[in-house]
């Protein structure tokens, strides 16, 4: 697979490239207790625009077409879909405690929650599953207290720091020490990609710390910005106290490699959705 990578060396790997490809952190495998991969757009069968694996039901692609890409990649990853456990995003900072009652939702029957963009769990089993065409997925592990978070960033969550608010909320209800958490940026636009406006550089302003604003934002003769999601979010991952080396930074855009991912950007919204999945592994079996 050609993709294209914004770093010099690789730090998402491409898993099954021959089959059904997706993308996995070796930080997040290397510890042991979870399955995690994020999807492109191949090894689906959708059509069109939403070639090849669309995640979504909801962006005109047939209810059965959807249903086989999400049995694809659960195959090709390590899960079965009926422990899928889906968000409701709609670009806040809510997180859910996710159980075991809520085993399926979204998929083998209807949510009854809404307006959740950010989801933990310490059930073994279940799926916690995040969607995506630009935005960006922070996943979260702690090997010590066997818990998981998985949210998504888009400009408005980074503003309002829900990856913070995932890591306070994984030590609230599980007791998780920021330290012995592992974080990862996911696939998802870069800086040179990220044109906006400055009504959204100036919420930047407000809640980031102005010895980072340099890093986190240009202006450009047009008077617009470039931002750079990545870098807020890895300050947003420090300031909750994840240490440095326990954090994992996507090389892959998916505004830079549109053939392979979808972007909103880069399609002008006509696309499907990729997805972040991330399970705490069961035991096994036997022994
Ligand atoms: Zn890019």
Not at 15 to 44: A, Y
Not at 165 to 170: A, D, G, N, S
Request: neutral net charge; hydrophobic residues 35%.
């Amino acid at each position: 697979m050609n993709i294209k990578r914004t770093g010099g060396h690789v730090i998402c790997t491409v898993k099954n490239e021959t089959t059904v490809p997706f993308l996995s952190f070796p930080m997040l495998e290397d510890t042991g207790v979870t399955i995690h991969g994020f999807s492109t757009r191949l090894g689906g069968v959708s059509r069109d625009h939403l070639t090849s694996m669309n995640l979504s039901f909801s962006r005109g692609d047939k209810e059965e077409n959807v249903r086989e890409n999400f049995r694809r990649i659960g195959e090709s990853i390590g899960f079965s879909c009926e422990n899928l456990v889906f968000s409701d995003q709609t670009h806040t900072t809510n997180v859910r405690v996710i159980t075991v009652e809520d085993r399926g939702k979204g998929f083998v029957k209807q949510r009854d929650y809404s307006d959740i963009d950010g989801t933990i769990t310490n059930v073994p089993g279940l799926v916690l599953s995040t969607f995506y065409a630009d935005c960006v997925p922070l996943f979260f592990v702690d090997p010590v207290k066997k818990a998981i978070g998985l949210s998504h960033s888009g400009w408005k969550g980074t503003v309002g720091k829900i990856g913070r608010v995932t890591v306070e909320k994984m030590t609230a209800e599980y007791g998780s020490d920021p330290k012995d958490i592992f974080a990862a940026i996911g696939p998802s636009i870069c800086q040179d990609c990220y044109e906006v406006s400055e009504d959204v550089i100036l919420q930047f302003r407000e809640n980031y710390d102005p010895a980072l604003w340099d890093s986190l934002f240009y202006k450009k003769a047009n008077g617009k910005y470039q931002l750079n999601l990545w870098k807020a979010n890895e300050s947003v991952f420090l300031e909750a106290g994840i240490i440095k080396e326990h954090i994992s930074i996507t090389d892959i855009c998916t505004c830079c490699n549109p053939e392979i991912l979808y972007s909103h950007r880069a399609s002008q919204g006509k696309r499907g959705n990729l997805a972040a999945f991330l399970a705490l592994k069961t035991a096994p079996k036997q022994l």
